[in-house]
Structure formats: C-alpha cells, structure tokens
C-alpha cells in the first residue's frame, strides 16, 4: 500500500527532470510553429491542442515513453497541424510578369 501513495525519490526525480525539459522542448517547438499553433483556434485546432497536452502528460507519467520519442510525437502533431493548415489555405498562382521577357 505504502508504494501505492510514494515509491521513492527517483520516480519524482524523473518527472521532474522530464517536465522541466519537456515543457522547454514544448515551448520551443510552439515558438518555432508560430502563432498559428495556439491562437485563432477552430475545431482541429483544438484537437491538436488536446494531443499535445496528451502527449506531454504520457512523457511524464509513463515509464515506457523516453523524452526523445516524446519530442518526436509533439513535433509531428505540431508538422501535421501546419500540413492540414497549409493545405486548407488557398495557394495563389504566380503569375508570370510579361515585362520579364
């Protein structure tokens, strides 16, 4: 029972260390993103957000999931949000300037 409530110094040792570096990678990884990531949010956005909280939580609670594998799962969700961005927006055409010529 005694394990249920703590089970030594190392395990908080461990998320500690991980929360601090992963909430670092998180924000780095949000500032590189852009604004985009968190502000004029819509539906998907709000998933992606979710995820993302989601994702950080199982780095620092689960024993099976290292901080590396954690940073590449938060850098894909933050990649896919700005592929289905990107593609949602509609692209304009360069025009060719006949002055060019």
């Known amino acids: ?13 461990r998320t ?3 929360g601090f570096m992963s909430y670092v990678g ?4 949000l500032r590189a993103s852009g604004k985009r990531a968190l502000s004029k949010m ?4 709000l998933i992606v957000t979710v995820a993302l909280g989601s994702t950080l939580a199982t780095v ?8 590396v594998q954690g940073f590449v799962a938060l850098t894909l969700l933050l990649f896919m949000q700005f592929v289905v ?9 360069q025009r ?3 002055k060019s010529n």
């Open 42 to 45: 819509n539906a998907f956005d």
């Open 26 to 29: 998180l924000v780095i990884l």
């Open 60 to 67: 620092l609670l689960s024993k099976d999931v290292s901080l």
């Open 1 to 13: 029972m005694s394990d249920f409530i703590f089970d030594g110094w190392l395990p908080v040792a």
């Open 85 to 93: 961005t990107w593609l949602s927006v509609p692209q304009k055409k």
């Open 96 to 98: 060719k300037n006949p």
């Open 16 to 18: 500690l260390i991980l």
